[in-house]
């Protein structure tokens, strides 16, 4: 028995396709409600790409976090 917990369903908001692969949105993560770990490039948490981290990054300026990247 795993102890995965279930994935939040998916909508459009949650992700995009960029060159064929599946890319989360932050809004994916926060509904996740942690990090993955994985390097996810929309990573909303502190500190970024920590597996279990759940603290919302705060980026200032009203920016969201789909932003910190671009």
Do not use: I
């Amino acid at each position: 028995m795993s102890n995965e917990k279930p994935r939040p369903s998916l909508s459009e908001p949650d992700f995009y396709f960029e060159n064929g692969l599946l890319v989360y949105t932050a809004a994916y993560h926060l509904k996740r409600g942690s990090c993955c770990g994985s390097g996810c490039r929309h990573c909303p948490y502190e500190p970024r790409h920590v597996e279990g981290a759940r603290k919302v990054a705060d980026l200032g300026h009203g920016r969201p976090a789909d932003d910190r990247d671009k």
